[in-house]
């Protein structure tokens, strides 16, 4: 079974600063992958980031990179030039493809918000 | 439709009653997903749908809780004999399995309240 933790409930970063939210997985499959979700209070669940398991490269869009560690199990998100419409939940994920169905599960998630 | 729609986006319960959540997924998706996600947590897999048929119901947390999706396209969850810790945000989420891995569409999710 894969879990997803994420220990940090919430953050706060001033507008335009950078802030990184982290997160940590266990899993004994060679072949996934880790989302970073951002859901705002209309609760819809937006896609903010994908990243491959087998690729070596950080995944980026835009103002937002991840800093993936394989071996630390580690999938940390950063956002930089933060802006008000950031304030949210953001939620990290993980999703293999064994099996009949690509299900995601999901960390606890972090309440961020950006001050003015 | 242009998005996943959920309805209704509100649902208020007495102990004891039934309920049912729809689901209209987009038009043409093939998988369906449904999510509960308890305040303050992160969303749990309930079951999936590959057309109409059901293929994984693991998630489903008791005989209480039933989902179909008769016709390949809109999908009810209908929960029994609802318990407060039934309360929750049921979200589901559709996509097209034409790339691997899919790309989740979801939607607002139905914030249940049981009293």
């Known amino acids: 079974a894969q879990t997803v933790t994420q220990s940090q409930p919430e953050m706060s970063v001033q507008e335009a600063e950078t802030v990184t939210l982290s997160c940590t997985y266990d899993?004994?499959?060679?072949?996934?992958?880790l989302f970073w979700y951002k859901q705002p209070p209309s609760r819809q669940m937006i896609l903010v980031i994908r990243?491959?398991?087998?690729?070596?490269q950080n995944a980026t869009e835009n103002r937002f990179s991840v800093n993936f560690q394989k071996a630390a199990k580690s999938f940390s998100l950063k956002i930089s030039d933060s802006q008000l419409g950031d304030t949210a939940m953001y939620f990290c994920a993980f999703m293999t493809l064994t099996g009949a169905n690509s299900k995601l599960t999901f960390g606890k998630g972090i309440t961020l918000s950006v001050r003015p | 439709g242009a998005g996943v729609s959920q309805s209704p986006r509100y649902k208020v319960a007495k102990r004891g009653q039934d309920v049912a959540l729809r689901c209209d997924p987009i038009?043409?998706?093939?998988?369906l997903f449904w999510y509960q996600q308890a305040l303050g947590q992160g969303p749990e897999f309930l079951t999936y749908?590959?057309?109409?048929?059901?293929?994984?119901k693991s998630g489903l947390p008791s005989d209480r809780f039933f989902a179909e999706r008769p016709e390949g396209s809109v999908s009810t969850l209908k929960i029994q004999r609802t318990q407060q810790e039934d309360s929750a945000v049921y979200l589901c989420?559709?996509?097209?399995?034409?790339?691997?891995?899919?790309?989740?569409?979801f939607g607002s999710g139905t914030q249940l309240s049981v009293l």
């Open positions: 749908f590959q057309n109409e048929a059901q293929l994984d």
């Open positions: 899993t004994s499959e060679s072949n996934y992958y």
């Open positions: 038009s043409g998706h093939v998988s």
């Open positions: 990243q491959e398991a087998y690729k070596q």
């Open positions: 989420a559709s996509s097209s399995l034409h790339t691997r891995p899919e790309k989740l569409f």
